[in-house]
């Protein structure tokens, strides 16, 4: 006759079942089946951008292109997760991704400024099998200053050795006033300087320089951060 046994629960280690049967008499039947039971495999992912030692600017929208696989399930059934590290602390980094049906992950980050960042993609199968990638050594820095040079204006004309009046905005969202290095330049005159130079805090740039040389000169007022990063005008 037909019997219906309980349900067993199959587990990796497993590779036969086996059914006893006893009479009330003591006499036995067995029947067995040999089986193998496939394990979950750990999905995959690999980043395509950003790449190692890569530089940002602070405020800049960074692109996140990744792939993934799962060979024993659908691609959207996996779970993201990426979490930054940066002077041996980690921490989660706001990231809504799409994954489109042959594995590749977009999405955008920003990052707080600072050097040395590694970045980890962590994905999870829905058995809870996992995989990570890394890019290291990621920088963002601060945005260059902002220079907009109003005085003098192309084509005016002075003498030689005449006092000029320099002025312009400087504007730097990172760092203050203060803190920039301002410098003049001639495309005629070397070793030009400052006679005399001043910054407001609310960016208003004074200043004076002397030309002792003859020709048409190209000046270009430059506003320098502590991070080394330079606007122009």
């Known amino acids: 006759g037909f019997t219906l ?27 067995q089946v040999s089986i193998e039971v ?15 030692d890569e530089e940002f600017i602070l405020g800049e929208t960074i692109g996140v292109i990744a792939q993934v696989a799962d060979p024993d399930g659908a691609v959207s059934d996996l779970t ?17 991704p799409l994954i489109s049906d042959d594995g590749t992950v977009t999405g955008t980050i920003e990052l707080d400024e600072g050097s040395g960042i590694t970045l980890t993609l962590t994905v999870t199968d829905a058995g809870g099998k996992s995989h990570a990638a890394h890019v290291t050594n990621l920088s963002v820095v601060g945005a260059a200053p902002e220079v907009a040079l109003s005085k003098p204006v192309t084509g005016d004309i002075f003498a030689v050795g005449e006092t000029i009046a320099l002025e312009a905005l400087v504007n730097d969202e990172d760092d203050d006033e203060s803190a920039l290095t301002m410098s003049i330049e001639s495309s005629v005159d070397a070793d030009l300087e400052f006679e005399s ?7 208003e740039f004074l200043g004076s320089i002397t030309l002792e040389a003859l020709g048409e000169h ?13 606007g122009s005008d």
């Open 5 to 31: 046994c309980a349900d067993v629960s199959i587990t990796v280690d497993m590779t036969e079942i086996r059914l006893e049967v006893k009479d009330p008499t003591n006499l036995v039947g067995i029947d």
């Open 38 to 52: 496939e394990g979950n495999a750990a999905p995959t992912v690999s980043f395509t951008e950003p790449n190692d």
């Open 80 to 96: 993201l997760d990426l979490t930054q590290t940066r002077d041996g602390e980690t921490s989660a980094v706001a990231f809504e």
């Open 197 to 203: 130079m001043e910054l407001s805090s609310d960016g």
């Open 218 to 230: 190209m000046l270009t007022l430059s506003a320098t951060d502590p991070s080394g990063l330079v």
